[in-house]
């Protein structure tokens, strides 16, 4: 087995001349180059099986001059030196107990430039290492290290030895260390914190004498924390030293000088100069720069404090998701230079940062609440009541530059620009008391000026639209003769239209072009639109509307209502004429038209007749346009806030605190007759027979209930990247706001989006996928008037500034003079994301969906990229294979795994669930033509967790061709909660609320139908459930559910067979904490769904019998025919514990139609009899007979509790448990053998994802450029008798290089004496084999290069056929580890396991195999 993807919490970061950035995960080095833009260059696995902590660089001046490598630097580009000679870097790589040597290549002349070497070998410790230094004054590789026991070595990496070790005499456990070290041993002073919450600082070489074991005294000890520390950082041009502690604070102590010549240990009495709290959780890092200290902690956030302003938090740089930051890096700027910041997370993600020195004030970034408002100084003596941004639509006008409008009680508009308020427009005086105000920017005909364009509605029906700079060019427009309850700017298919909601539900629509006249005075010319007519209801006006184009160019709008509805209205659709409106609508006509006669003479005069400017808009509002689809209350009963458009999909906002993703799509054929016919029953016309269609629901955060607008979260993409792609691509359209700009061959997916609203007396935006606030404003709730800066509509850039009104006042987040934040290049909310992260904590389950291949006319399309760039585009371009995974922290994370290169790329995050997720299972089909299959997948998912939720999915992957990456749609079916239906039950009062802890344990799919899904579940609460989602009908009914167990339920699966006449049968397995395991015949159940019947029939196990001591955490099942001498089946049942035990039972299945129960097999079984008896004697004759045929298990198959077990191929287990280990083993009829283990890096492992695969030729996964892992070791646990476990590797490693970048082979495999003994209920092994008993090993190794594998079959023609066909193919296998963190492995020569499997079985069949196996158990004959 060998690593082929990881994610893993990044543990360990450092800088490198401000040019690359080293990361370690797990114990994987990767180095990032920062210029011209960051991006992953080299990896390489280091530290085997331990964890990377830190690295360290070697001076580059102790560096040793070569020939071939010298550390000379020639004029620099790029951040690389441009010398024709190559560079090259040493590291000191540490972690766990373990150091190693790491030479980082620099080479401009190669096409890969940055390579890395392994120098030496593994140095392994007796203590945990948590510090290293490189001696300067040395040129050899001697390395300080400071151990866990206040200790400090002075090691030779390259032999591997220990020349020096020196002792505190205060020998307490240390937390962490810091190294000062000089040029030399005797300089060395250590400073450690203790697990007593102290700072003890000593001098390991200032010990006289040569012993060995010499101690030495504490210099100083410093006092004050009250928890342990976890980070120590020392600056040496003020004297400071700071530490970060469990207590949440990090101080900062004055102690003067410390280290250098004659290892000085600074003042004699240290004194704390700043305690700073600001972190909400523990503390992990801490560095001091000059003015500044950055700290990171479990809060995942990392806090810039300003040490000159009195130590208040200037910054705050989150990006992470839950879990905290695990490590932390800055990089030296020295004057006004950019500064790098680095975090690695628990999620396994690194942001980056850049920061200028120069900045001094506070960012806009941060989290925290801007609690200083700035009042813009309304002058007047009236009140404000509505203001609106007056600024271009992607303006990039800086923020005192930004110019609003407000509108008073008195209908008196003002302008604010640079600080100064000016009167712009006064009304009449019915605009007197009520107003409602919008504005917008468009661009005159003709022209390229832009133009702000202002419109106000009144209670008369009246609607004044006036150019803010020339508000004397305005005009009077008429909507009814009622209140006009919105105005609403919206661009459509001729330009820009006005929206006004008038009385009686009709909202009437112009469209409105500037003109430039000669004299450079503005004309707006007015066309009237066919007006809205919204379904009746109590609450009937317009609050949001959107344009959008169909497949026949028919314009389509996407309208939200105040009574919470969403609306389709097409032009030239349904088209409704009421006689009695027609009177209303001609005065309307008239009044309008005589106030705009009123003001012709400011106008330009170039408009038709009043008379025939009356009758076109009198035939026009004759015509009123109904919906052609509905969406009635969708989003309550407190209206729809705001609908959006991007890239094909809509988005909608409501007071109900959630967002609803929805498209528009065909009317089904069984709805179509019903929408051929309007309330009068009149056939309407909808030629393309639309409707609208949810897609999916998202919550904001708990509290957040009025949403205000969706804001799309712009790619991370560095400034040159940008630049590049639109000189490579010019006409590439980045979003498509129109439908036909979306291309034909991809379909609309969804993007990442943050929920703009309020929470409570705060405006906040907030990130569903991050679940964090990115921004926090204390207005006052949200009954008044705002707008955002920057006017970017729907675009979050990562910073912004409110201004809204509050108690008369007229206020903003930011002060005019002030530029919200956008430090540099990268201060965009979150940083870059180097590496994307996945989840913050555990991962609990894992399901994979199956592979998406990417398009040769993709790869074809790199005309004009570079070689490298082409190179990269062709790897990334093969398959990738789609898992889900749900975590701890309540989401779901759809994942695209490349396994050549290892990248790992986000999908799409679920955040449905109000707990954590335990269980998911998916049924996958492809999607599309038969040629395009391997480009598209249609998957239904289920998961299920805490509080008995459960969630059903529609994932719709596909590949995009712009990206070059998979894409995915998420569509929510349906969810399902116990505590709900208890919720919907009449006199629940009288009635005992379901248990709000039940969770789910364990989800399986017992039958996939047309109409339905059957779902099987494991319950806490000592039930197992069976239910039925409709995925037509978007529901989830309960079919029955039964309490046999009396115990949490922890495990269930299924098992499908068929007898010989087609006959299908349903076999569910179901395991709880006593260690029994219960099967039940779901054949009825699966055949008839039908769950009218009032007191449905509980279902009776046909079979239960006891495999472990404790709970079963995994089942493994399936089938195997007999012969056709046989009847029935065998049904091989595998079991894992928390006991550590696997245990395989094996089921005899006869089926009803057989007559007989048969007993060819020998004698009785004891144990069957006492099992099934009470069972088998109320079997009716027609159902299936069920027999414990075999019983064989492993008392110690991990040294914790088996996690996760799955079937790889016939006869090939996997295992993995929280020993961190992830076993294979192979079963034959009668026995379990361990084949190989590999010592996992994932931590807590608790699920797994197995699934097969073909290599041809080696192909895959030895690309050039993908991250290796050749340095890994594989562990295998031996097994002798009298002995439970050992450990005995081989470590035969071969080192070469290969085009200019280096590998490492290693033939790490098991040297087993014995084969494991299975165990039988007596306790008398089941198996022994032929090589046993002559004393040979089982384990026939091959010198193939593939890896080494293990032959049950003791002949020579068996190795002979096994050996022919490992040469015809190769097949590999794929194994997923989730826990905390991900790993993908490659477990080759499967296809070996999967023909001696077959052959073991023909073999039994045909009678030729002699088992030297005595099975105790067996099936009873009647």
Same mark, same amino acid.
């Given at each position: 087995?060998?690593?082929?993807? #990881?994610?893993?919490?990044?543990?360990?970061?450092?800088?490198?001349?401000?040019?690359?950035?080293?990361?370690? /995960?797990?114990?994987?080095?990767?180095?990032?180059?920062?210029?011209p833009?960051?991006?992953?260059?080299?990896?390489?696995?280091?530290?085997?099986?331990?964890?990377?902590?830190?690295?360290?660089?070697?001076?580059?001046?102790?560096?040793?001059?070569?020939?071939?490598?010298?550390?000379?630097?020639?004029?620099?580009?790029?951040? #690389?030196?441009?010398?024709?000679?190559?560079?090259?870097?040493?590291?000191?790589?540490?972690?766990?107990?373990?150091?190693?040597?790491?030479?980082?290549?620099?080479?401009?002349?190669?096409?890969?430039?940055?390579?890395l070497?392994?120098?030496?070998?593994?140095?392994?410790?007796?203590?945990?290492?948590?510090?290293?230094?490189?001696?300067?004054?040395?040129?050899?590789?001697?390395?300080?290290?400071?151990?866990?026991?206040?200790?400090?070595?002075?090691?030779?990496?390259?032999?591997?030895?220990?020349?020096?070790?020196?002792s505190?005499?205060?020998?307490?456990?240390?937390?962490?260390?810091?190294?000062?070290?000089?040029e030399?041993?005797?300089?060395?002073?250590l400073?450690?914190?203790?697990?007593?919450?102290?700072?003890?600082?000593?001098?390991?070489?200032?010990?006289?004498?040569?012993?060995?074991?010499?101690?030495?005294?504490?210099?100083?000890?410093?006092?004050?924390?009250?928890g342990?520390?976890?980070?120590?950082?020392?600056?040496? /041009?003020?004297?400071?030293?700071?530490?970060?502690?469990?207590?949440?604070?990090?101080?900062?102590?004055?102690?003067?000088?410390?280290?250098?010549?004659?290892?000085? @240990?600074?003042?004699?009495?240290?004194?704390?100069?700043?305690?700073?709290?600001?972190?909400?959780?523990?503390?992990?890092?801490?560095?001091?720069?000059?003015?500044?200290?950055?700290?990171?902690?479990?809060?995942?956030?990392?806090?810039?404090w300003?040490?000159?302003?009195?130590?208040?938090?200037?910054?705050?740089?989150?990006?992470?998701?839950?879990?905290?930051?695990?490590?932390?890096?800055?990089?030296?700027?020295?004057?006004?230079?950019?500064?790098w910041?680095?975090?690695?997370?628990?999620?396994?993600?690194?942001?980056?940062?850049?920061?200028?020195?120069?900045?001094?004030?506070?960012?806009?970034?941060?989290?925290?609440?801007?609690?200083?408002?700035?009042?813009?100084?309304?002058?007047?003596?009236?009140?404000?009541?509505?203001?609106?941004?007056?600024?271009?639509?992607?303006?990039?006008?800086?923020?005192?530059?930004?110019?609003?409008?407000?509108?008073?009680?008195?209908?008196?508009?003002?302008?604010?620009?640079?600080?100064?308020?000016?009167?712009?427009?006064?009304?009449?005086?019915?605009?007197?008391?009520?107003?409602?105000?919008?504005?917008?920017?468009?661009?005159?005909?003709?022209?390229?000026?832009?133009?702000?364009?202002?419109?106000?509605?009144n209670?008369? %029906?009246?609607?004044?639209v006036? !150019?803010?700079?020339?508000?004397?060019?305005?005009?009077?427009?008429?909507?009814?003769?009622?209140?006009? +309850?919105?105005v609403?700017?919206?661009?459509?298919?001729?330009?820009?239209?006005?929206?006004?909601?008038?009385?009686e539900?009709?909202?009437?629509?112009w469209?409105?072009?500037?003109?430039?006249?000669?004299?450079?005075?503005?004309?707006?010319?007015?066309?009237?639109?066919?007006?809205?007519?919204?379904?009746?209801?109590?609450?009937?006006w317009?609050?949001?509307?959107?344009?959008?184009?169909?497949?026949?160019?028919?314009?389509?709008?996407?309208?939200?209502?105040?009574?919470?509805s969403?609306?389709?209205?097409?032009?030239?659709?349904k088209?409704?004429?009421?006689?009695?409106?027609?009177?209303?609508?001609?005065?309307?006509?008239?009044?309008?038209?005589?106030?705009?006669?009123d003001?012709?003479?400011?106008?330009?005069?170039?408009?038709?007749?009043?008379?025939?400017?009356?009758?076109?808009?009198?035939?026009?509002?004759?015509?009123?346009?109904?919906?052609?689809?509905?969406?009635?209350?969708?989003?309550?009963?407190?209206g729809?806030?705001?609908?959006?458009?991007?890239?094909?999909?809509?988005?909608?906002?409501?007071?109900?605190?959630?967002?609803?993703?929805?498209?528009?799509?065909?009317?089904?054929?069984?709805?179509?007759?019903?929408?051929?016919?309007?309330?009068?029953?009149?056939?309407?016309?909808?030629?393309?027979?639309?409707?609208?269609?949810?897609?999916?629901?998202?919550?904001?955060?708990?509290?957040?209930?009025?949403?205000?607008?969706?804001?799309?979260?712009?790619?991370?993409?560095?400034?040159?990247?940008?630049?590049?792609?639109?000189?490579?691509n010019?006409?590439?359209?980045?979003?498509?706001?129109?439908?036909? /700009?979306v291309?034909?061959?991809?379909?609309?997916?969804?993007?990442?989006?943050?929920?703009?609203?309020?929470?409570?007396?705060?405006?906040?935006?907030?990130? !569903?996928?991050?679940?964090?606030?990115?921004?926090?404003?204390p @207005?006052?709730?949200?009954?008044?008037?705002?707008?955002?800066?920057?006017?970017?509509?729907?675009?979050?850039?990562?910073?912004?500034?409110?201004?809204?009104?509050?108690?008369?006042?007229?206020l903003?987040?930011?002060?005019?003079?002030?530029e919200?934040?956008?430090?540099?290049?990268?201060?965009?909310?979150?940083?870059?994301?180097?590496?994307?992260? &996945?989840?913050?904590?555990?991962?609990?389950?894992?399901?994979?969906?199956?592979?998406?291949?990417?398009?040769?006319?993709?790869?074809?399309?790199?005309?004009?990229?570079?070689?490298?760039?082409?190179?990269?585009?062709?790897?990334?371009?093969?398959?990738?294979?789609v898992?889900?995974?749900?975590?701890?922290?309540?989401?779901?994370?759809?994942?695209?795994? +490349?396994?050549?290169?290892?990248?790992?790329?986000?999908?799409?995050?679920?955040?449905?669930?109000?707990?954590?997720?335990?269980?998911?299972?998916?049924?996958?089909?492809?999607?599309?033509?038969?040629?395009?299959?391997?480009?598209?997948?249609?998957?239904?998912?289920?998961?299920?967790?805490?509080?008995?939720?459960?969630?059903?999915?529609?994932?719709? &992957?596909?590949?995009?061709?712009?990206?070059?990456?998979?894409?995915c749609?998420?569509?929510?079916?349906?969810?399902h909660?116990?505590?709900?239906?208890?919720?919907?039950?009449?006199?629940?009062?009288?009635?005992?609320?379901?248990?709000?802890?039940?969770?789910?344990?364990?989800?399986?799919?017992?039958?996939?139908?047309?109409?339905?899904?059957?779902?099987?579940?494991?319950?806490?609460?000592?039930?197992?459930r069976?239910?039925?989602?409709s995925?037509?009908?978007?529901?989830?009914?309960?079919?029955?559910?039964?309490?046999?167990?009396?115990? @949490?339920?922890?495990?269930?699966?299924?098992?499908?067979?068929?007898?010989?006449?087609?006959?299908?049968?349903?076999?569910?397995?179901?395991?709880?904490?006593?260690?029994?395991?219960?099967?039940w015949?779901?054949?009825?159940?699966?055949?008839?769904t039908d769950?009218?019947?009032?007191?449905?029939?509980?279902?009776?196990?046909?079979?239960?019998?006891?495999? +472990?001591?404790?709970?079963?955490?995994?089942?493994?099942?399936?089938?195997?025919?007999?012969?056709?001498?046989?009847?029935?089946?065998?049904?091989?049942?595998?079991?894992?514990?928390?006991?550590?035990?696997?245990?395989?039972?094996?089921?005899?299945?006869?089926?009803?139609?057989d007559?007989?129960?048969? %007993?060819?097999?020998?004698?009785?079984?004891?144990?069957? /009899?006492?099992?099934?008896?009470?069972?088998?004697?109320?079997?009716?004759?027609?159902?299936?007979?069920?027999?414990?045929?075999?019983?064989?298990?492993?008392?110690?198959?991990?040294?914790? !509790?088996?996690?996760?077990?799955?079937?790889?191929? !016939?006869?090939?287990?996997?295992?993995?448990?929280?020993?961190?280990?992830? @076993?294979?083993?192979?079963?034959?009829?009668?026995?379990?053998?361990?084949?190989?283990?590999?010592?996992?890096?994932?931590?807590?492992?608790?699920?797994?994802?197995?699934?097969?695969?073909?290599? &041809?030729?080696?192909?895959?996964?030895?690309?050039?450029?993908?991250?290796?892992?050749e340095?890994?070791?594989?562990?295998?646990?031996?097994?002798?008798?009298?002995?439970?476990?050992?450990?005995?590797?081989?470590?035969?490693?071969?080192?070469?290089? &290969?085009?200019?970048?280096?590998?490492?082979?290693?033939?790490?495999?098991?040297?087993?004496?014995?084969?494991?003994?299975?165990?039988?209920?007596?306790?008398?092994?089941?198996?022994?084999?032929?090589?046993?008993?002559?004393?040979?090993?089982?384990?026939?190794?091959?010198?193939?290069?593939?890896?080494?594998?293990?032959?049950?079959?003791?002949?020579?023609?068996?190795?002979?056929?096994?050996?022919?066909?490992?040469g015809?193919?190769?097949?590999?296998?794929?194994?997923?580890?989730?826990?905390?963190?991900?790993?993908?492995?490659?477990?080759?020569?499967?296809?070996?396991?999967?023909?001696?499997?077959?052959?073991?079985?023909?073999?039994?069949?045909?009678?030729?195999?002699?088992h030297?196996v005595?099975?105790?158990?067996?099936?009873?004959?009647?």
């Amino acid at each position: 087995m060998e690593t082929a993807a #990881l994610v893993a919490p990044v543990t360990a970061l450092e800088f490198l001349q401000d040019s690359f950035l080293l990361t370690g /995960e797990g114990p994987v080095l990767m180095v990032y180059s920062l210029q011209p833009r960051p991006k992953a260059r080299a990896s390489v696995s280091v530290l085997q099986h331990y964890r990377i902590h830190g690295i360290r660089p070697r001076s580059q001046a102790t560096v040793p001059a070569r020939s071939s490598a010298t550390g000379t630097y020639g004029e620099k580009k790029h951040g #690389l030196s441009s010398t024709a000679e190559p560079n090259f870097y040493d590291l000191a790589v540490f972690g766990g107990k373990a150091v190693r040597l790491v030479r980082l290549h620099v080479d401009l002349q190669e096409e890969d430039p940055l390579h890395l070497e392994i120098l030496g070998p593994l140095t392994e410790l007796q203590d945990w290492a948590l510090d290293v230094r490189w001696l300067s004054g040395d040129k050899d590789s001697l390395l300080c290290v400071a151990v866990a026991h206040n200790s400090a070595l002075l090691l030779d990496v390259k032999t591997g030895t220990s020349l020096l070790q020196r002792s505190c005499l205060e020998g307490c456990l240390l937390y962490s260390a810091l190294l000062l070290i000089h040029e030399s041993w005797a300089d060395a002073v250590l400073v450690g914190g203790t697990v007593f919450n102290q700072l003890v600082l000593w001098k390991p070489g200032g010990v006289e004498g040569s012993g060995y074991e010499c101690k030495a005294p504490v210099e100083r000890r410093l006092l004050g924390h009250s928890g342990v520390i976890f980070s120590i950082s020392y600056f040496q /041009e003020k004297g400071w030293l700071a530490s970060a502690s469990d207590d949440r604070s990090v101080r900062v102590w004055g102690v003067g000088a410390l280290g250098g010549p004659g290892g000085k @240990c600074g003042d004699l009495n240290p004194a704390c100069l700043r305690v700073l709290y600001g972190h909400q959780a523990r503390v992990f890092s801490v560095h001091l720069s000059p003015g500044k200290v950055f700290s990171a902690g479990e809060d995942g956030a990392c806090l810039v404090w300003d040490w000159a302003g009195g130590g208040k938090v200037v910054q705050t740089l989150k990006g992470h998701r839950a879990g905290g930051v695990r490590a932390l890096a800055v990089s030296e700027g020295t004057g006004d230079e950019e500064r790098w910041v680095a975090t690695g997370g628990a999620d396994g993600g690194v942001r980056l940062w850049s920061l200028r020195k120069s900045e001094e004030r506070k960012e806009n970034m941060e989290e925290a609440v801007t609690e200083k408002l700035t009042d813009l100084k309304f002058p007047g003596h009236s009140t404000p009541k509505v203001v609106c941004v007056a600024a271009k639509e992607g303006e990039t006008a800086s923020w005192s530059q930004s110019k609003f409008v407000v509108c008073t009680d008195q209908g008196i508009v003002y302008q604010y620009c640079s600080g100064q308020w000016e009167i712009v427009w006064q009304g009449a005086p019915d605009f007197q008391s009520y107003c409602v105000m919008e504005t917008v920017s468009i661009t005159a005909k003709d022209s390229t000026a832009k133009v702000h364009l202002c419109a106000l509605g009144n209670l008369s %029906g009246s609607i004044q639209v006036f !150019p803010i700079a020339h508000p004397q060019s305005g005009i009077l427009l008429t909507g009814g003769s009622g209140k006009i +309850h919105s105005v609403i700017w919206q661009e459509g298919k001729e330009g820009m239209c006005l929206l006004v909601s008038g009385a009686e539900g009709l909202v009437y629509r112009w469209c409105i072009e500037v003109k430039l006249n000669e004299n450079y005075s503005l004309a707006l010319k007015v066309n009237p639109l066919p007006p809205f007519l919204l379904p009746p209801c109590a609450k009937r006006w317009l609050l949001a509307a959107v344009c959008l184009r169909s497949r026949s160019q028919e314009t389509l709008w996407v309208c939200g209502d105040r009574r919470g509805s969403l609306l389709l209205f097409q032009e030239g659709g349904k088209l409704m004429q009421r006689k009695g409106d027609n009177a209303q609508v001609d005065e309307g006509l008239h009044t309008g038209t005589e106030q705009s006669e009123d003001e012709k003479n400011r106008s330009d005069g170039d408009g038709k007749s009043s008379i025939t400017e009356q009758r076109e808009n009198k035939e026009m509002h004759d015509l009123k346009l109904q919906p052609l689809s509905c969406l009635f209350g969708v989003h309550g009963k407190q209206g729809v806030t705001s609908v959006y458009e991007y890239q094909g999909l809509l988005y909608s906002t409501g007071r109900d605190g959630c967002v609803r993703v929805f498209r528009v799509q065909p009317t089904p054929p069984e709805k179509l007759e019903e929408n051929r016919k309007n309330s009068t029953g009149k056939p309407v016309e909808n030629k393309e027979r639309l409707q609208l269609e949810v897609l999916r629901v998202q919550r904001a955060c708990k509290g957040m209930e009025w949403l205000e607008r969706v804001l799309i979260l712009e790619p991370e993409i560095p400034e040159e990247e940008e630049v590049r792609e639109e000189c490579q691509n010019p006409s590439k359209t980045k979003q498509s706001f129109r439908g036909e /700009e979306v291309k034909a061959d991809n379909k609309a997916r969804e993007v990442r989006f943050v929920i703009a609203g309020f929470h409570a007396v705060h405006f906040v935006v907030w990130d !569903p996928v991050r679940q964090e606030r990115l921004l926090v404003v204390p @207005c006052g709730g949200g009954h008044r008037s705002w707008t955002l800066w920057p006017p970017h509509k729907g675009v979050w850039p990562g910073f912004g500034a409110l201004v809204f009104i509050k108690n008369g006042a007229v206020l903003a987040s930011q002060p005019p003079g002030e530029e919200p934040s956008w430090a540099g290049r990268a201060g965009r909310t979150g940083g870059w994301g180097l590496r994307e992260g &996945i989840h913050g904590r555990g991962i609990g389950c894992v399901c994979r969906l199956g592979r998406i291949e990417g398009t040769g006319k993709d790869i074809q399309a790199t005309g004009n990229m570079t070689e490298t760039e082409r190179r990269e585009v062709e790897r990334e371009g093969g398959h990738w294979e789609v898992v889900v995974t749900g975590g701890e922290d309540t989401s779901l994370t759809v994942l695209a795994v +490349h396994p050549s290169s290892g990248n790992m790329k986000v999908l799409s995050v679920i955040t449905d669930h109000i707990s954590s997720v335990r269980t998911v299972t998916a049924v996958t089909r492809p999607e599309g033509e038969s040629a395009k299959q391997s480009q598209s997948l249609s998957a239904f998912l289920v998961s299920a967790g805490g509080r008995a939720q459960m969630q059903c999915y529609r994932l719709l &992957i596909g590949w995009d061709s712009e990206r070059l990456a998979p894409s995915c749609q998420v569509i929510q079916v349906a969810g399902h909660r116990l505590d709900e239906q208890w919720e919907r039950r009449r006199n629940r009062h009288k009635t005992v609320k379901m248990d709000p802890e039940t969770r789910y344990m364990s989800v399986v799919v017992v039958d996939e139908r047309t109409d339905c899904v059957l779902l099987a579940l494991a319950c806490s609460d000592g039930a197992v459930r069976l239910f039925s989602v409709s995925e037509v009908k978007r529901q989830v009914d309960s079919l029955w559910e039964t309490f046999y167990h009396q115990r @949490c339920v922890l495990s269930v699966a299924t098992c499908s067979l068929e007898d010989g006449k087609g006959k299908r049968y349903k076999l569910l397995f179901s395991a709880a904490t006593d260690g029994k395991v219960a099967v039940w015949d779901l054949t009825e159940a699966s055949s008839s769904t039908d769950n009218s019947s009032s007191a449905p029939t509980l279902p009776i196990p046909c079979l239960d019998f006891p495999a +472990h001591q404790s709970g079963i955490n995994s089942l493994a099942v399936w089938a195997e025919k007999l012969g056709q001498q046989e009847d029935g089946c065998l049904v091989t049942v595998a079991s894992g514990g928390d006991d550590g035990q696997l245990t395989v039972s094996t089921i005899r299945v006869h089926y009803p139609e057989d007559g007989k129960t048969g %007993g060819s097999r020998g004698g009785d079984s004891q144990i069957s /009899e006492m099992l099934i008896s009470s069972q088998t004697q109320f079997q009716p004759p027609n159902q299936l007979r069920l027999h414990l045929h075999a019983h064989f298990h492993i008392p110690l198959a991990h040294a914790a !509790p088996l996690t996760a077990l799955k079937l790889l191929t !016939p006869g090939l287990l996997v295992s993995t448990s929280s020993d961190q280990r992830v @076993c294979l083993w192979r079963l034959c009829s009668t026995s379990i053998s361990h084949r190989r283990t590999l010592c996992s890096h994932i931590a807590d492992a608790a699920g797994l994802a197995v699934w097969e695969g073909h290599i &041809i030729e080696g192909k895959e996964g030895n690309e050039k450029g993908s991250p290796r892992f050749e340095s890994e070791q594989e562990i295998a646990i031996v097994r002798r008798k009298g002995s439970q476990a050992g450990l005995e590797t081989e470590d035969k490693t071969r080192e070469g290089k &290969i085009g200019g970048r280096f590998y490492k082979e290693t033939d790490d495999e098991a040297k087993v004496g014995e084969p494991v003994k299975a165990v039988s209920e007596t306790g008398d092994p089941v198996c022994k084999t032929s090589d046993e008993n002559e004393g040979g090993s089982r384990y026939q190794t091959e010198t193939d290069s593939v890896g080494k594998t293990e032959s049950e079959v003791n002949t020579d023609t068996g190795l002979k056929d096994c050996c022919e066909i490992r040469g015809k193919r190769e097949k590999t296998g794929w194994v997923l580890v989730c826990g905390q963190g991900l790993q993908l492995l490659r477990v080759k020569n499967t296809e070996m396991d999967a023909e001696m499997w077959k052959e073991e079985r023909i073999k039994r069949e045909r009678g030729k195999v002699n088992h030297s196996v005595k099975v105790t158990l067996q099936e009873k004959a009647t």
